[in-house]
């Protein structure tokens, strides 16, 4: 079973500041079958990104990602508030898919 | 537009069962798999198994064999999921989620049913 190890834990940043975040797979992920959703809390996730670098519908484009094998990246551009969250990278394809732990950013 | 809308909130004493349903509307309910993610307070995402609406096939994980069952009515458009002999630890928020396809991977999420398991 492929782990996913996210970093940081957590990401201080503030409004209008750029955020990389890192999901490193313990195997290389076939196709680049990655996923990145944001939560909220009391809220269930949002899937932003599928394909390690194709947009949900309706995600805007201040949120990329990007990778390939093991290392993979998602980037928010600029923060916006709304952008203060969780972040899960996942790992699809075929059972069971499996999660990061999640990166936090926070607002400095 | 998609909705997945689940039932409400659960208290249940350790060594029951408790039964989640998840109604889906605004696409074709038998074209996509059907998820369920629980998450601990506090905690990450973790996947429970799955169901194909069209047959009825589950995969689940290996970690809730034996504990889970999902079924599906396809006249109500609704899943289920049970999962027995509860334990304090299943205390979580337990989510449906459409796959996109069958691709295991979710667009699409209900609210989350919290259920709390304590004596």
């Known amino acids: 079973e492929i782990v996913l190890t996210q970093s940081p834990g957590t990401l201080s940043l503030s409004p209008g500041e750029r955020a990389t975040l890192s999901c490193r797979a313990s195997?290389?992920?076939?196709?680049?079958?990655l996923t990145w959703y944001q939560q909220k809390p009391g809220q269930p996730p949002r899937l932003l990104i599928y394909?390690?670098?194709i947009r949900a519908t309706g995600i805007p484009d201040r949120f990329s990602g990007s990778g390939s094998g093991t290392d993979f990246t998602l980037t928010i551009s600029r923060l916006e508030p709304e952008d203060f969250a969780v972040y899960y990278c996942?790992?699809?394809?075929?059972?069971?898919?499996?999660f990061g732990q999640g990166t936090k950013v926070e607002v400095k | 537009q998609v909705h997945l809308v689940q039932s409400g909130a659960e208290v249940k004493k350790p060594g029951a069962s408790v039964k989640v349903s998840c109604k889906a509307s605004g696409y074709t309910f038998a074209a996509y798999y059907i998820h369920w993610v629980r998450q601990a307070p506090g905690q990450g995402l973790e996947w429970m198994g799955v169901?194909?609406?069209?047959?009825?096939?589950?995969t689940y994980a290996q970690k809730f064999q034996g504990r889970v069952t999902m079924t599906r009515d396809t006249s109500t458009t609704t899943v289920y999921m049970e999962l027995s002999s509860l334990k304090s630890e299943d205390t979580a928020v337990y989510y449906c989620?459409?796959?996109?396809?069958?691709?295991?991977?979710?667009?699409?999420w209900g609210q989350g049913t919290q259920v709390t398991v304590s004596s």
């Open positions: 989620a459409k796959d996109r396809g069958s691709a295991y991977f979710f667009d699409y």
């Open positions: 169901i194909n609406p069209s047959g009825g096939s589950t």
């Open positions: 996942q790992r699809y394809g075929y059972p069971p898919p499996t």
């Open positions: 195997q290389s992920v076939t196709s680049n079958y």
């Open positions: 394909g390690a670098s």
